[in-house]
């Protein structure tokens, strides 16, 4: 997006410094990944396989692999419709220890009162991202007797969040007191058919008010290619930034497996033949991912890649690294506090002494 270029200056949040800043003029948002984004750099988003755990550290843990090499990390919302800790919780613990997170609303499972209500509290965390799905189908999932919502769409959710944030409103008119300052995101899969829509279908996102796109799994870099060559032409890469979802396979069989389980994503013959020819296919995955980010990033109107790394997430910064998409600079990366030491004990004692503190006690006995 040229004309958002900026000349190259320091990431906000330096270390010791959290979110959040006041919005730079002509952004939407406090955060990060608004910033590197227009400021013309390549940015890198992840995801953070949400745990099954009512444990903080085992989100803290899955953060921790990405420091210093991602400019956000999007907080899933029961992908796959199948249940784990929620985005919304997930956000909470991320922005406590300064990390961007993408909150990803999918409207399979609430209504707009609920959805609204989780903008307001996503953005009064610190919440400066979030992507509007539609969501998988319940019958995706393990519990396909859920019921579905759908009260709202990918498009109505952008459409909403944006009228709170620029009209100050919510859907029914009422006033908020303060709006939310918010960067607004949404999927595209240039990989599934009918491909000539997929183009338009993109348009009518940035339409809705999406600002960034994440595409699901590229591993037919020539269908991004022409993909990209109709985005172009419609003019959609100066009005919103891509980012390109990209992600190591771990063997021929699993890539075998996602190729017929997992709806909307595709992955050529050539591929499954490259890693069957591997001596180590996961290694050959990993490699097959760089080569894979080193063709993207070359196409014009790029602005990012997605590495989504589901239960390879270790190999991210090596992935990031190897690519050299970074080009030398360091996203924000989390340094130790002082009350660090402090919060990890008092959490220990409260999950697993099976104490009951009031407000009073829990004060003096931090001091
Ligand atoms: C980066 C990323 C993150 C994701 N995270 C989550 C998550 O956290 N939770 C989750 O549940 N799912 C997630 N998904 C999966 C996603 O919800 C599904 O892939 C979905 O089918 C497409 O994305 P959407 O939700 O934006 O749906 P939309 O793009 O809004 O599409 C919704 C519906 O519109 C119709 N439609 C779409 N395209 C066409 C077309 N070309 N022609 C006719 N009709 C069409 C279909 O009925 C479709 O189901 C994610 C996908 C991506 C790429």
């Known amino acids: 997006m040229s004309d958002h270029h900026r000349p190259h200056q320091m990431d906000e949040n330096p270390a010791g410094i959290d979110l959040p800043l006041e919005p730079l003029p002509g952004h939407s948002s406090?955060?990060?990944?608004?910033?590197?984004?227009?400021?013309?750099?390549?940015?890198?988003?992840?995801?953070?396989?949400?745990?099954?755990s009512a444990d903080p550290e085992d989100v803290y843990n899955r953060a921790r692999v990405f420091d210093g090499w991602v400019d956000a990390i999007n907080a899933v919302d029961?992908?796959?419709?199948?249940?784990?800790m929620s985005s919304v919780g997930i956000c909470a613990l991320l922005t406590r220890m300064g990390y961007a997170p993408v909150m990803q609303i999918a409207c399979r499972d609430k209504n707009r009162i609920a959805i609204q209500g989780d903008v307001l509290g996503g953005a009064a965390m610190g919440v400066a991202n979030i992507l509007c799905l539609t969501g998988d189908g319940v019958q995706a999932g393990d519990q396909p007797g859920a019921?579905?919502?759908?009260?709202?769409?990918?498009?109505?959710?952008?459409?909403?969040?944006?009228?709170m944030r620029d009209n100050g409103k919510f859907l029914s008119g009422r006033k908020l007191t303060t709006p939310p300052k918010l960067f607004l995101g949404?999927?595209?899969?240039?990989?599934?058919?009918?491909?000539?829509?997929?183009?338009?279908?993109?348009?009518?996102?940035?339409?809705?008010?999406?600002?960034?796109?994440?595409?699901?799994?590229?591993?037919?870099?020539?269908?991004?290619?022409?993909?990209?060559?109709?985005a172009r032409?419609?003019?959609?890469?100066?009005?919103?930034?891509?980012?390109?979802?990209?992600?190591?396979?771990?063997?021929?069989?699993?890539?075998?497996?996602?190729?017929?389980?997992?709806?909307?994503?595709?992955?050529?013959?050539?591929?499954?033949?490259?890693l069957e020819g591997a001596q180590d296919q996961k290694k050959e995955g990993k490699r097959l991912c760089i080569d894979i980010i080193n063709e993207v990033k070359e196409i014009p109107g790029i602005s990012g890649i997605h590495v989504m790394a589901y239960r390879q997430e270790e190999y991210v910064a090596e992935i990031v690294d190897e690519s050299g998409v970074l080009k030398g600079r360091r996203p924000w990366k989390r340094e130790a506090r002082g009350d660090d030491q402090m919060v990890a004990e008092r959490l220990e004692h409260l999950l697993h002494d099976n104490v009951t503190e009031t407000q009073v006690d829990l004060v003096k006995s931090a001091h």
């Open 30 to 52: 406090r955060g990060r990944l608004e910033r590197v984004l227009r400021r013309g750099e390549f940015a890198v988003t992840t995801e953070l396989n949400p745990p099954d």
């Open 78 to 84: 029961a992908s796959g419709a199948n249940c784990h």
């Open 147 to 163: 019921k579905p919502v759908f009260d709202l769409d990918s498009m109505s959710l952008l459409e909403t969040i944006r009228i």
């Open 186 to 230: 949404a999927a595209i899969n240039p990989f599934a058919p009918p491909y000539d829509f997929r183009p338009i279908h993109l348009g009518k996102k940035i339409a809705a008010g999406a600002q960034f796109l994440q595409s699901q799994y590229c591993f037919d870099v020539p269908m991004l290619r022409s993909f990209m060559d109709k």
């Open 233 to 274: 032409d419609l003019g959609f890469t100066d009005q919103a930034f891509i980012l390109v979802g990209v992600g190591p396979l771990a063997s021929a069989k699993t890539a075998k497996w996602i190729r017929s389980n997992v709806p909307g994503i595709h992955i050529p013959d050539a591929v499954i033949k490259r």
